[in-house]
């Protein structure tokens, strides 16, 4: 019987160990759920100032162009060494020499034409002096006053003739002589010494390098951001807008500056494009390390347009329906504000209207974001590189 009691006994005085110890226990004090505020990431927004404009592109194209064509026909005996493909040439050079042989014969021949030509007008000119002197003595008819008259306005046909073709021989003999009429590149040349030239073959293609221009379309809601008039009066290349042209050329990235001088007149219905025309003065004089703007380079082209004042740049992403932002006030708590926006790029909003200097503005993304509901924050930089160049504060 003693072997039974004394495990009851273990048991026994384990219950009353346990009780013991749940009686002198710590006594646990329930505590409402604390909620933590979401925490955002905001933008301290800076009015400021910024110049609009547009983004495009274009070819760089010579503002004139040629194509070099002997006016007479002859054999080539003088090339100017830089008349070749790629060479450049100042206006007044002697590009080319035709054989001045058969242009000299043919001025020597008009010259005696010339010679005989007056003679026979002061011979046919005294002859008529004296049939009417000899009609007003009676002693001719009047039949030999009208021969004489007529002879002498053949003298003097011969005499116009004559000169037209000591005209056309000079013209003929300066033709041999094809001079540069302006400073410029050779494109292409397809002559040599020793070939004949027929008159009125090109020989060669030839532009000018004073300026070049780049053609650059332009979607026409972009006109509302540039200063481009579209009126018939010509725009003077002083005022017309600046333009900033970069291209990789030579392993390196360079920037050339333009200005635009005209539009051209239509307006694509297909793709509601307009060309603007941007001009390069000296594009091949090298300035320092950067290369000349060459012919047929392609280039990306900044045109800079108007300006605008108390303008707020944002991230795209701040943005939410229906053009509105979230803002977080002094006590930390969203506000939903309506904002005007003057136009969007690539990941950047302008906003014209419905922000102010301080604001801070939220730019994370919220699920199911409420009015004045707390948030904790988190300061970012704003955006200091805007795609529009940014000129300072409001």
């Known amino acids: 019987m003693k072997r039974y009691l004394f495990p009851i006994a273990i048991i026994v005085g384990g219950f009353g160990l346990a009780g013991v110890l749940l009686a002198t226990g710590p006594t646990l004090v329930s505590k409402p759920a604390k909620i933590l505020a979401p925490l955002v990431r905001v933008n ?183 200063n481009l008039p579209m009126g018939p009066e010509p725009m003077p290349a002083s005022t017309g807008a600046e333009v900033t042209l970069s291209a990789r050329f030579a392993g390196a990235e360079h920037q050339w500056q333009a200005q635009v001088v005209r539009t051209e007149g239509e307006l694509d219905p297909r793709t509601r494009m307009i060309t603007v025309v941007a001009r390069i003065d000296r594009p091949y004089q090298m300035v320092g390390d950067k290369p000349p703007l060459a012919v047929g380079l392609f280039v990306d082209a900044r045109i800079h347009g108007k300006f605008a004042d108390n303008i707020a740049v944002i991230p795209r992403a701040a943005l939410r329906q229906n053009d509105q932002v979230a803002v977080v006030d002094e006590n930390n708590r969203l506000q939903f504000q309506d904002v005007t926006i003057l136009r969007m790029i690539n990941d950047q909003v302008y906003v014209s209207a419905g922000l102010n200097n301080g604001d801070r503005l939220c730019i994370s993304a919220l699920d199911n974001a409420l009015q004045g509901m707390s948030v904790r924050t988190q300061i970012e930089n704003p955006i200091e590189n805007p795609t529009e160049s940014q000129v300072g504060p409001s």
């Open 44 to 226: 301290t927004i800076t009015l400021q100032q910024v110049q609009l404009g547009a983004d495009t592109h274009g070819s760089v194209s010579p503002r004139t162009e040629s194509e070099v064509v002997p006016e007479v026909a002859g054999r080539v005996i003088h090339v100017n060494p830089h008349f070749v493909s790629g060479g450049f040439f100042k206006v007044g050079d002697e590009l080319l020499r035709i054989d001045p042989l058969d242009s000299e014969v043919a001025l020597e021949q008009a010259r005696a034409n010339l010679a005989r030509a007056e003679s026979d007008l002061a011979n046919a000119s005294k002859d008529a002096s004296r049939q009417d002197d000899l009609v007003k003595r009676k002693l001719v008819s009047a039949a030999a006053q009208d021969n004489a008259r007529n002879r002498l306005r053949i003298a003097d046909a011969t005499l116009r003739q004559a000169r037209a073709q000591l005209s056309r021989a000079e013209r003929d003999l300066s033709r041999t002589r094809i001079i540069a009429p302006y400073d410029g590149r050779v494109r292409s040349e397809r002559v040599d010494i020793g070939q004949f030239v027929s008159r009125g073959t090109a020989i060669a293609s030839i532009y000018a390098i004073d300026y070049a221009e780049v053609r650059m379309p332009i979607h026409d809601e972009e006109l509302a951001y540039l």
